[in-house]
């Protein structure tokens, strides 16, 4: 690691904080969240640690995927505010040392975008190559990534009697990426949000965004796609091109080596970063068990990444808890442990639930996750509310449930807006996660709190650049109930030990390559450790953890 390197490639140590604009904090009272709402936050962000935001979309949408159905790639949904303030937003942020990424989500549209419309008007029309048509649904015909939506991902339609592809709902018509015109389009959605400032894309469903339309049965006359990860290049170089800073991160939810595919190679990348879903589904395995080995083999397998790329690692996003890399029986126990009752599961495959509740509000296991998730080689991602410990409602359909409005105080409404609640965009959590009982206001005051606890991480994390860019080695020990791990880069090295288990646990750890006059130097309690002979004695609590810095004479670190 060079210096130049730490702040050019700023994703591999950044802490990244999503949120949904239209649920975080509403300023006009009208019961949605907006972006001058979000400016007026970015100090509390600043404040936890963020280094950067993404923003779920925030384009004018329909609403019936959350806003992962746009009608105007250039627009801002009007409820959450304009440009001006969008711009506004962007330079707080960046003036906090905090950038900004968003959504982009061009697998698809709505059914309600200008392009589908013309699209669907006739078969002569010029926009009807935007969208994949067939006369036949192929062979090939897969069921939809929402079950109970549709059977198939191909939809007939009366006007032109034809076929369209949809890989999610059916009003989402996949975008023909084949035809040159919408490459073009692609092309100049990310430079023009560039231009507006944000240093960056989540990029929606990308293996459906690349995966070739055109092969099946029937494609024949239709453009072809040489090489789809050429294309994923290309929108790369393009970036690359429009700023020097930006990244994309993707959602590729994949095994580890499929994804590699999806970094590039060194001189020609493709996504700089990618979340680690299979870590996250091996994660909750482990935890349904109280046993590190499902983790610990998913750690091992990762591939070695392209120099300048990154895994994000989380425990929970806007999504339902996707378990769908578990073989059937892992699933059931994670069900089983996590989502006992059926209304908890979504689809078949995932939990639309938050974490709190899925650990019955254990503080000592909800603290032990986020500290394995900060200290797992690879980028932190949280999602709003996480910071504070919040619940999910039940009540509210499918994946809404894990949406609700960001709990500011015990006030009204949860200190969110202050329409009536009736208005409110989506409902508040109720019960023993409700504002009245967990809000960012009261833990900023509580020293003990999951917000502080959460903001020590984050400052350990941001010192220990190691975390980020250094190599892992998992130490072995002989009790499957803890993880050991060591991340260590030219900077140093850290050790990070986590008990799984509802039990003490006393352990010797051996340390390799020390360097003379070693000592362990605690990065979460006022604590050095002696290491006696290359060993260290640990005895950790139910569910404890420890950070470690392994430090030598020679380290000038501040702790
Ligand atoms: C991604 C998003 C999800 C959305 C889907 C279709 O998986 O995370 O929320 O429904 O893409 O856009």
Known sequence: ??????????????????????????????????????????????????????????????????????????????????????????????????????????????????????????????????????????????????????????????????????????????????????????????????????????????????????????????????????????????????????????????????????????????????????GMQQLYLSFARNDARPLTASLAGRPDLPDGCQWGTFVRNHDELTLDQLSDPERDEVFEAFAPDPDMRLYGRGIRRRLPPMFGGDERRIRLAYSLMFSLPGTPVLFYGEEIGMGENLAVEGRYAVRTPMQWSDGKNGGFSKARASDLVVPLTDGEFSPKHVNATSQRRDRDSLTHFIRDLIQAYRNSPEIGWGRLTILEHGDHRVLAHIVRASVGAMLAVHNLADEPVELTLSLPDLEPKSHLFDLLQPKILPINRGTVELLLEPYGHRWLRITSDADTRIG
């Open 1 to 278: 690691m060079r210096i130049s390197d730490t702040s050019d490639r700023w994703w591999k140590n950044a802490v990244i904080y999503c949120l949904d604009v239209e649920v975080y904090l509403d300023s006009n009272d009208d019961g949605v969240g907006d972006l001058p709402g979000l400016t007026r936050r970015i100090d509390y962000l600043a404040e936890l640690g963020v280094t950067c935001l993404w923003l779920m979309p925030l384009y004018p949408s329909p609403g019936h995927d959350d806003g992962y159905d746009i009608t105007d790639f250039y627009a801002i949904d009007p409820r959450l505010g304009s440009f001006g303030e969008f711009v506004e937003l962007v330079r707080t942020a960046r003036d906090r040392g905090i950038r900004v990424i968003m959504d982009l989500v061009v697998n698809h549209t709505s059914d309600q975008h200008p392009w589908f419309i013309e699209s669907r008007s006739s078969r002569e029309s010029p926009k009807r190559d935007y969208y994949v048509w067939r006369d036949n649904p192929p062979t090939k015909n897969q069921p939809s990534a929402f079950p109970g939506d549709s059977d198939s991902i191909w939809e007939y339609d009366d006007t032109t009697e034809q076929y369209y592809l949809h890989n999610f709902y059916r009003h989402q018509p996949d975008l023909n990426i084949a035809h040159p015109p919408v490459r073009d389009e692609i092309a100049r959605i990310v430079g023009f949000w560039t231009q507006l400032g944000i240093s960056g894309f989540r990029v929606d469903a990308v293996p459906f965004l690349i995966e070739p339309k055109s092969e099946e049965e029937g494609a024949e006359g239709h453009d072809q796609l040489p090489d789809p990860h050429e294309y994923l290049g290309d929108i790369s170089a393009f970036l690359a091109r429009r700023s020097s800073e930006a990244m994309l991160l993707g959602e590729v939810n994949l095994p580890h080596q499929e994804q590699l595919a999806f970094f590039g190679a060194g001189d020609r990348p493709e996504l700089q970063m990618q979340f680690d879903f299979h």
